[in-house]
């Protein structure tokens, strides 16, 4: 009896460590992860590529497909069942819905809606916002601004400023001075010199500048199109990261407090959105990388740090398979892409402006360097045929029978489309779309308070939840 007793008392000892780090324990650090665009697809097409190209960037799993709560979340937004990036965004960051383009108001454009980030500071947390596209896009604005529009970059910079967050860090912010606004007044420099806010390009000063600046603002020296990080896929060496960015956070951020940190993998969206399935993966494990650091953390701290990953929506309507290949798919061919789509499109335009009347040669000469066909990857009838309509459109008078998203991120030449295209088709990936699609998005959860994330979704309860998890009442 004295025997079965113990056992008895060292399970329900054992029971009670290891719901310890889901159910007892509040988390004192939180990461908020949001891949803008990311469907389940696209995780399973990042995987599939890793397991393709063996030890990719030295990774072979993606971060958080091992997390264990993996459930859905519905994506609608107030006035729409297809949503847009700043409808989503302030869903998932202030448990309300919206309609389409709004930014932390409620539909009508009438109340505020705040944000789980302003929560967490007024709760004596440190607060920062992190995104491989500029601070004042869409989805980083949600959790500090309220705007009719998400296009009101200079005066979502302005609050920004207002918001009194620890850490902000990006490729930069697009209207600083308010030469888009129609009503521009203080520039967002002199506002932040105000109030104290530091802003530097320099990822070596993070450490020291955070501790004496209320406020420290990082943009990228070496930003891309749009005042964003370069694609992953077109990513030099010296070129900060989203997974740079993310540590710098942790460094700005860990204190005895605790803090909220929400870091966005915003291009995973604008690669979607042209169909660029290359530079569409490797941002997704770019965003892994990011999620790694996080996960680094957690293994320091396992009984206080939470980490929910999610999309704000599905972008491209991707699919692991296409009519072409039936059952077959050979994603590792989307090695031989070289740069993303938006940059193969430039070096066309450069081709075309140094020499007007280049052949279909010197073109298939580039889309052989550059997307491997015509030297790895074998074209037929139909190929050839798609490529001979495209070299007379941008190199010739003939007119683009395309149809491409009206939001293109990277603008595009139909030659360079139809290149990206065939070798996507050959690789065994589908599209049926170059906008947003209503799919739910998949929510991945790791660490305290995880098991208030189970079941089926929509994008309003995930960050009620986290709120709930950390013991923080609005």
């Given amino acids: 009896m004295k025997r079965a007793l113990y056992l008895f008392t060292a399970l ?25 665009g990311m469907g389940i697809q696209h995780v399973n097409a990042a995987q599939l590529y890793l397991d393709s190209v063996e030890h990719y960037n030295n990774q072979t799993r993606i971060s958080f497909l091992d997390f264990p709560v993996n459930t859905f979340a519905t994506t609608y937004a107030a006035n729409r069942y297809v949503t847009g990036s700043a409808a989503a965004g302030t869903a998932l960051s202030t448990g309300s819905k919206t309609s389409i383009g709004t930014i932390g108001l409620s539909a009508d454009h ?3 809606l705040f944000s789980i980030a302003k929560s967490f500071k007024e709760a004596g947390y440190k607060v920062g916002v992190v995104t491989s596209v500029s601070i004042d896009h869409a989805t980083p604005a949600a959790f500090y601004a309220h705007q009719p529009k998400r296009g009101n970059y200079y005066e979502i910079s302005l609050d920004l400023v207002r918001s009194g967050y620890h850490f902000f860090a990006s490729g930069g912010i697009k209207d600083p001075t ?63 990261s989203l997974s740079d960015l993310t540590s710098a956070a942790i460094t700005a951020l860990d204190n005895p407090t605790g803090f909220f940190l929400m870091v966005e993998g915003g291009k995973i969206d604008w690669a979607a959105h042209d169909n660029d399935g290359a530079a569409t993966i490797k941002e997704v494990i770019a965003f892994s990388q990011a ?19 999610t999309s704000d929506h599905e972008t491209g309507g991707l699919s692991i398979g296409n009519y072409q290949n039936g059952y077959d798919n050979y994603l590792g061919l989307l090695r031989e892409q070289k740069i993303s ?26 889309l052989a360097h550059y997307v ?10 139909i190929d050839n045929a798609e490529l001979n309509r495209a070299f007379q459109v941008s190199f010739g008078n003939a007119k683009s029978s395309k149809h491409y998203d009206a939001f293109n991120y990277n603008g ?10 065939i070798l996507n088709r050959k690789a065994g990936l589908g599209w049926t779309s170059y906008s947003h699609t209503g799919s739910p998005v998949p929510v991945y959860v790791k660490g305290a308070g995880q098991d208030l994330f189970k079941g089926e979704m929509t994008n309003t309860d995930i960050p009620l939840r986290i709120l709930k998890a950390s013991g923080i009442n609005r």
């Fill in 12 to 36: 329900a000892a054992m029971l009670f460590a290891s719901c310890s780090n889901t159910e007892s324990h509040k988390p004192k650090y939180v990461f908020y992860f949001i891949g803008d």
């Fill in 110 to 112: 009438f109340d505020s």
């Fill in 178 to 240: 308010g030469k888009g606004s129609s009503n521009p007044g203080i520039s967002f420099f002199e506002l932040a010199e105000q109030n104290g806010v530091v802003l530097t390009d320099r990822i070596d000063l993070i450490d020291s500048l955070s501790k004496t600046s209320k406020t420290l603002v990082y943009n990228a020296p070496n930003y891309a199109s749009g005042n964003s990080l370069q694609y992953e896929i077109d990513r030099r060496q010296d070129d900060v």
């Fill in 291 to 309: 999620i790694a650091r996080a996960l680094e953390f957690y293994n320091r701290y396992p009984d206080e740090t939470l980490i929910v990953v």
């Fill in 341 to 366: 789509q938006g940059n193969l499109a430039t070096v066309f335009k450069s081709l075309k402006k140094d020499n007007p009347k280049a052949s279909l040669k010197d073109v298939k000469d580039s």
């Fill in 372 to 381: 491997g066909l015509y030297s790895t990857i074998s074209t037929d009838d």
């Fill in 412 to 421: 595009v030449s139909d030659i360079a489309a139809t290149g990206v295209a």
